[in-house]
């Protein structure tokens, strides 16, 4: 399974099915790839209805014909621009074209429902992407049922965890491989991912990506 970083918060999960999560691509200073260079897609993930992450969600879907999934709010959006969309809430399970995907919380602001992460089964992997979210108990959870493969952790303070509770989430949710996200686009996220990447020490396998680059998830 290939995992690349597209900058910010997007990423692309290359499998059996081609995922996109929170593809933030057009007016994003760390893109990797503009929405243009996609021509095949499954599924697009969108954690929350934020600029930062809804970014080209509906026209990637349009485009692919890709099958929208987000909270319930963003989805019936989407099915008003034609898209087909596979609306849930935290808590819910759905599978769409043989991803598993899983609804859980974040601790963030919304305009159309709420912010959330999920956990997506895929060719035997368990992949938790945190979406935007303070550190909380609840990720315990996540760690108790998924125990994710790999993780998706966001890094850069002001608007989500900084390093120090990022670090207390790879605690919490037991994650094998993590992967830092959401840092380094503007100059209020300015984090050092090597920081974070002392505070986790042994508890996993920090992977440090530039935007663009790609890891094998064996």
């Known amino acids: 399974m290939e995992i690349t970083w597209l900058g910010h918060s997007a990423v692309k999960i290359k499998g059996s099915k081609t995922i996109f999560i929170d593809p933030f691509l057009s007016g994003n200073p760390a893109a990797s790839m503009s929405p243009e260079e996609i021509s095949e897609a499954d599924v697009v993930i969108v954690t929350h209805d934020h600029?930062?992450?809804k970014g080209d969600a509906f026209e990637i879907c349009k485009k692919t014909n890709?099958?929208?999934v987000s909270?319930?709010?963003l989805?019936?959006?989407g099915e008003s621009f034609g898209l087909t969309c596979e609306g849930m809430n935290i808590g819910g399970t759905v599978d769409v074209n043989g991803v598993k995907i899983h609804m859980v919380q974040a601790l963030h602001s919304a305009e159309k429902g709420c912010a959330t992460g999920v956990v997506i089964e895929l060719d035997g992997k368990n992949i938790y992407h945190a979406g935007d979210t303070g550190l909380t108990l609840d990720m315990k959870i996540i760690g108790d049922f998924f125990h994710?493969?790999?993780?998706f952790i966001p890094i850069g303070d002001r608007y989500t965890m900084g390093a120090n509770s990022a670090a207390k989430?790879?605690?919490?949710?037991q994650s094998k491989k993590v992967i830092p996200i959401h840092y380094g686009t503007f100059p209020l996220l300015e984090a050092d991912p090597s920081i974070f990447k002392e505070k986790v020490a042994n508890k996993a396998e920090v992977i440090i990506l530039k935007p663009g680059e790609?890891?094998?998830l064996q």
């Not at 994710?148 to 993780?151: I, T």
């Open 169 to 173: 989430a790879v605690e919490y949710t």
């Open 66 to 68: 890709a099958t929208l």
């Open 51 to 53: 600029g930062d992450h």
């Open 148 to 151: 994710p493969d790999l993780s």
């Open 71 to 73: 909270i319930h709010e």
């Open 214 to 216: 790609t890891y094998s």
């Open 75 to 77: 989805a019936v959006e």
